[in-house]
């Protein structure tokens, strides 16, 4: 084949493999330019004409809107501020009401003898080898100790009230139907050094203990429990009034 032949067919060969945009291809991608263009200015356009379009009284009117929606969120927020601030105020009171509650159950629970207690105080021991100190004697320890302020009492294996009772027994001395016999080991919590002054004032309780052929012995402690509780029944009469 003739050189000029062959430059030819390769010619021809090269322009059919390379791509060529027709005519409506190319007014098809001016009229999207055109139109990207022309969506973009429209935005802008829109964009800065929100408020450089408004007049005077419009912008006064929309600072006014925004003023009070301002002020609006400003109510909104002291508002739930106060809420929250009530809410805070109500539930410490309900804890302290709550914490109040159980001191004053404590208190009580120590008081009626329904709990173990523990503190400063005195032990008493009180020997009747001959066993003639009599229930009323014992009773008189009670009532001293009281006087001088003993917050929790025991005697043995009973727990010592407002409503215990004293009894002489055979041997021994009941005390709320428990028959106890000497030596009397008792317990009392409350100031160590009123205790132990009140016990031995002349003509006390220890005193007649003395006289009745009895003896005792009184040992202060910086720490005392009292695990033996009393267990109080149901009032089957009486009801609280709220």
């Not at 139109?35 to 600072?63: M, N, P």
């Not at 301002?70 to 809410?87: P, R």
């Amino acid at each position: 084949m003739p050189a000029t032949t062959s430059d030819a067919v390769w010619r021809r060969l090269r322009r059919g493999l390379t791509p060529r945009a027709s005519r409506a291809q190319a007014v098809t991608g001016l009229l999207c330019l055109l139109l990207g263009f022309g969506v973009a200015t429209q935005v802008r356009s829109t964009q800065e004409a929100d408020f450089s379009t408004l007049r005077q009284d419009e912008l006064v009117q929309v600072l006014d809107q925004l003023a009070n929606r301002a002020d609006q969120l400003t109510a909104e927020n002291a508002a739930l501020e106060e809420e929250k601030a009530q809410l805070t105020d109500k539930r410490t009171q309900e804890e302290a009401a709550q914490q109040a509650a159980a001191q004053r159950a404590e208190v009580q629970g120590i008081l009626a003898g329904t709990l173990a207690a523990t503190g400063p105080g005195v032990l008493v021991t009180i020997e009747d080898p001959s066993g003639q100190v009599p229930a009323a004697t014992l009773y008189l320890l009670v009532d001293e100790l009281r006087n001088a302020g003993a917050e929790a009492i025991s005697v043995g294996s009973v727990r010592v009230t407002a409503a215990t009772w004293f009894a002489d027994g055979d041997g021994g001395v009941v005390v709320d139907g428990v028959l106890l016999t000497p030596p009397y080991h008792w317990a009392a919590i409350g100031d160590s050094q009123t205790l132990q002054g009140a016990l031995g004032i002349p003509g006390g309780a220890l005193a007649a203990v003395r006289t009745a052929g009895g003896d005792s012995q009184v040992t202060v402690s910086g720490s005392i429990t009292i695990s033996v509780v009393k267990t109080v029944a149901e009032p089957q009469y009486a009801t609280a009034i709220e």
